[in-house]
């Protein structure tokens, strides 16, 4: 997003988050509803109760891809048959591989592009533009937009001025999930600054307990935490700045960025499994492990989005006693909001392809979706109700009180080669500084290299 002026922007979405999950997550989770759409599978477009008006597709077919397995997987699929319920198209859904961009260029040249793709990169969006892959959002898609979304939401996903990503699924990735017990045990208090998290961590790790649990073998997660730290510290003109290379890597700002990430990840024994188990912890296992063991799990604390409500839910921790969760503490003036997304891009232009864009688009189907749980919509028409628990319900209202006042993620909004590819670029250089540290010229300067060649050298 740009910044529009030169204060730092975020302070009221930070207050406003703080108000909003003050007491939230001292609630347990409680039922939001029933998990099924109820309702729903009986309407028609433009019939009473809908929000949006559908054409009748009867005997359309359409192929939709994207990454998400599992839970994510089998409740985006419940929108899909909603979809073909009201509209009579039929629907396929066609698993992707990471990164999606590579996935889908060996679809196109194959002559068998899915008609819609979900995107979890604006860089990628771009580059599907700039291939000419990716079609324009047509008016009632846009007429969703602009009911449903924040200015910022629909900007993000624009190119060139034009809309053609549809954000239908979003991450508020500024949150750092605890371990009840532990932080009783140890008489730990949830952390509002950088120095209250080391004062927290240091409390735990003399009661007995390791203090964080690091997706290291995961290079997206420590991109999360660079700039969970670089926007708080370094502020939201400097992110816009470094997120488009128009600053370097190699500027001041980041060195102490990594600075401050090294005063944590430099203490071995404050990592479960020290730095080199960190390095071979897939993310959900930084969940689980954070919340099995009773009051002596491996690691009292990990950070991430609102997601890791999924991965808890396969432990028996409950979301809200057992599992809670503070904001991304504060490093700099103030604390950050940083978000990421999934947006619906249409690679086959069609009249049910636009259709479904339109559905997506709506607060129909991001509620069916928000019913089953471990799922935050950017749309804010969807009702809160719509969310199963109470954490996961303030933490959906904070995502959409904070307006355009966000930053969307930084490694998302670069080219996929820098900051969206497994064992490269951004993701094997944090992994590398996570390993070493003490190295911070070396890290800056690895990240620049690469960063140049992704951006062609511009900077």
């Avoid at 009632?140 to 001025?161: C, H, S």
């Avoid at 960190?278 to 009292?300: H, I, N, R, W, Y």
């Avoid at 009702?383 to 954490?391: H, M």
């Amino acid at each position: 997003m740009r910044s529009k002026s030169s204060t730092f922007r975020n302070h009221r979405a930070v207050t406003t988050l703080a108000v909003l999950l003050t007491g939230a997550f001292a609630l347990s989770a409680c039922s939001g509803g029933d998990d099924d759409e109820k309702g729903h599978g009986e309407r028609t477009g433009g019939t009473t109760g809908s929000t949006v008006t559908l054409p009748k597709l009867d005997g359309a077919r359409l192929e939709v891809s994207a990454v998400w397995t599992g839970g994510e997987q089998a409740n985006f699929k419940r929108v899909l048959a909603e979809f073909e319920k009201r509209t009579g198209a039929k629907v396929t859904f066609v698993p992707a591989q990471d990164p999606i961009i590579n996935f889908l260029g060996s679809k196109i040249a194959g002559g068998q592009p899915p008609d819609v793709a979900l995107l979890p990169q604006p860089g990628a969006i771009k580059q599907a533009v700039e291939k000419g892959w990716a079609k324009p959002v047509g008016p009632e898609g846009r007429k969703q937009l602009a009911a449903n979304y924040a200015q910022g939401w629909q900007d993000i996903g624009k190119v060139d001025g034009k809309p053609y990503g549809v954000y239908y699924k979003a991450a508020n990735k500024s949150l750092i999930w605890y371990n009840t017990q532990v932080f009783e045990n140890a008489g730990a208090r949830e952390p509002k600054t950088w120095q209250d998290l080391l004062t927290a961590s240091r409390a735990v790790y003399d009661s007995g307990v390791t203090p964080f649990s690091v997706a290291g073998a995961d290079g997206w997660p420590l991109t999360d935490w660079f700039e969970n730290v670089y926007l708080s510290q370094a502020g939201p003109e400097k992110y816009d700045q470094l997120a488009q290379h128009k600053i370097k890597w190699t500027d001041p700002s980041v060195r102490q960025a990594l600075t401050t990430l090294a005063r944590l990840w430099g203490r071995e024994d404050y990592l479960a499994g020290g730095r080199n188990g960190a390095l071979q912890t897939e993310f959900p296992q930084s969940v689980t492990q954070t919340f099995t063991g009773g009051d002596q799990p491996k690691s009292a604390m990990v950070y991430e989005g609102d997601f890791v409500q999924v991965n808890i839910g396969e432990t028996k921790a409950k979301v809200g006693t057992d599992a809670k969760v503070f904001p991304f503490p504060a490093v700099g003036p103030a604390a950050p909001v940083v978000s990421g997304g999934d947006a619906a891009v249409i690679l086959k232009d069609s009249r049910a392809a636009q259709a479904l864009v339109t559905f997506l688009a709506s607060p129909d189907a991001a509620t069916i979706q928000a019913k089953l749980g471990g799922y935050l919509s950017p749309n804010r028409n969807v009702p809160p109700t719509a969310y199963p628990n109470a954490v996961q319900r303030k933490i959906a209202e904070a995502l959409i009180a904070s307006g355009d006042d966000f930053r969307f993620d930084m490694s998302d909004q670069a080219p996929q080669a820098f900051g969206g590819t497994p064992g490269k670029g951004e993701w094997k250089d944090l992994q590398d500084f996570l390993k070493n540290p003490g190295d911070v010229a070396g890290a800056q300067a690895r990240l620049e290299k690469d960063a140049a060649a992704a951006y062609g050298n511009k900077g």
